[in-house]
């Protein structure tokens, strides 16, 4: 039978309202969609401080609880002293406990030990990127294996993921559930014609700027050929990293380097009039950034691996080095009507796969499983919601 109240307590983002990334998103979009559906469901959210003066404290935000917890570390130590208070404090409430990312699973066998029911996003295959070194991989490594065995269920979001976690768990102990966009079928042109930019006239990569997501190669084809367009690459870069530095020598007048832009309406505005949207990733599932892209309608340019190809399908056209990379953008300025083949493969592709409705449901029904709900009795719950026999 449904409880009379379910209750879900979400840890492993920084916290929501969503400011920082793809799993912050999520778990915003996730918390506000149960609440709507008569859960209880709180947020783990971390607070750095110089001291602490309340380990934890709570507020209400949109009728979720908001758990905000106090570090007064700061970087990596920082995120593991947040994550094990955040399990301490978890083990202490009830409700079903989905955690999103494994680089602190090593907390989750207390959850375990204290019989909390725990299902996780195991995210991407965070030790295969080659910019961690050794001991980083290792501790990576450790606590893939520990998530995947101290979990009741794991989540991958993408089949790649899926098949990676076989070879860890059982396939009956996972579940493939996919990252969610919202269609974007208008933005204005304002915010990039503030940055010098004219609608249909530049390509886009948004990413975090690092050397498995291909942006140093992605600046050096553009930059390899005359072009009459511009490239606008968000993302921090830092005067401190190498790579970072690398790729502002490599950038001639035409790349357009603003930064991170955390404002939403501009990022969608500039996902929305780019010609095309380049997408380099190479260790991951489904990239938050790939899929918003594929609702905006945009013609994806991406590198070639098992990943962005289940991802975008034909709304792509896929490089595999730097010369096939200018080569395809070259194909992108050109031909007009392979932009707007690829545009309406997109929008197919996200209406197919990547619906937020079917995400967070998905979500949901993982949820009433390891409270014991049946999916009979799910289906039947849902019908009832909306009025149905």
């Known amino acids: 039978m449904k409880p009379e109240t379910p209750a879900i307590l979400i840890l492993g983002t920084r916290g929501i309202p969503a400011a920082h990334g793809?799993?912050?998103t999520f778990a915003e979009r996730l918390a506000l969609f149960l609440v709507g559906r008569g859960w209880k469901v709180g947020v783990y959210c971390q607070d750095e401080v110089e001291r602490i003066d309340q380990r934890v404290r709570s507020e209400t935000w949109?009728?979720?609880?908001?758990?905000?917890?106090?570090?007064?570390?700061?970087?990596?130590?920082?995120?593991?002293?947040?994550?094990?208070?955040?399990?301490?404090?978890?083990?202490?409430?009830?409700?079903?406990?989905l955690v999103l990312g494994y680089n602190g699973a090593v907390f989750l066998t207390w959850l375990r030990l204290k019989r909390r029911k725990i299902f996780t996003n195991m995210d991407g295959i965070e030790w295969r990127r080659p910019k961690w070194g050794m001991a980083a991989r290792t501790w990576f490594w450790l606590n893939?294996?520990?998530?995947?065995?101290?979990?009741?269920?794991?989540?991958?979001?993408?089949?790649?993921?899926?098949?990676?976690?076989?070879?860890r768990r059982p396939r009956s102990a996972i579940a493939t559930i996919a990252y969610g966009a919202d269609p974007v079928t208008s933005a204005p042109?304002?915010?990039?014609?503030?940055?010098?930019?004219?609608?249909?006239?530049?390509?886009?990569?948004?990413?975090?700027?690092?050397?498995?997501?291909?942006?140093?190669?992605?600046?050096?084809?553009?930059?390899?050929?005359?072009?009459?367009?511009?490239?606008?690459?968000?993302?921090?870069?830092?005067?401190?990293?190498?790579?970072?530095?690398a790729i502002r020598k490599a950038a001639n007048d035409s790349v357009v380097l603003p930064g991170a832009i955390y404002d939403q309406a501009t990022v969608k505005a500039l996902r929305y009039h780019a010609r095309a949207y380049l997408h380099g990733h190479t260790v991951g599932g489904t990239n938050p950034?790939?899929?918003?892209?594929?609702?905006?309608?945009?013609?994806?340019?991406?590198?070639?691996?098992?990943y962005n190809r289940w991802t975008a399908g034909a709304a792509a056209i896929y490089f595999t080095d730097k010369d096939s990379c200018a080569d395809r953008m070259q194909q992108a300025l050109?031909?007009?009507?392979?932009?707007?083949?690829?545009?309406?493969?997109?929008?197919?592709?996200?209406?197919?796969?990547?619906?937020?409705?079917?995400?967070?449901?998905?979500?949901?029904?993982?949820?009433y499983r390891l409270l014991g709900v049946t999916a009979a009795e799910t289906a039947a719950m849902d019908h009832a919601s909306h009025g149905t026999a």
């Not at 294996?145 to 976690?165: E, F, N, T």
């Not at 990569?205 to 005359?226: G, M, Q, T, W």
């Not at 392979?338 to 079917?358: I, K, S």
């Open 62 to 97: 949109r009728g979720i609880e908001l758990i905000h917890i106090q570090v007064a570390s700061k970087g990596p130590r920082a995120t593991l002293e947040f994550d094990w208070q955040c399990v301490r404090d978890a083990a202490s409430r009830t409700g079903v406990c």
């Open 334 to 367: 050109d031909d007009d009507a392979l932009v707007r083949t690829c545009g309406v493969a997109a929008r197919a592709r996200a209406r197919e796969a990547f619906r937020w409705d079917d995400v967070l449901l998905a979500y949901e029904n993982e949820a």
């Open 189 to 245: 042109e304002a915010p990039i014609r503030a940055l010098g930019l004219e609608p249909g006239r530049y390509l886009v990569s948004i990413a975090r700027i690092e050397p498995d997501n291909n942006i140093l190669p992605i600046v050096e084809a553009f930059c390899s050929r005359k072009r009459d367009m511009k490239l606008v690459v968000l993302g921090t870069l830092s005067d401190d990293i190498p790579y970072h530095v």
């Open 22 to 24: 793809g799993f912050e």
């Open 289 to 306: 950034s790939l899929v918003e892209a594929l609702a905006a309608g945009n013609m994806v340019i991406a590198h070639d691996n098992p």
């Open 144 to 167: 893939e294996w520990i998530g995947a065995w101290a979990s009741h269920r794991l989540v991958a979001d993408h089949p790649a993921i899926a098949d990676h976690l076989a070879t």
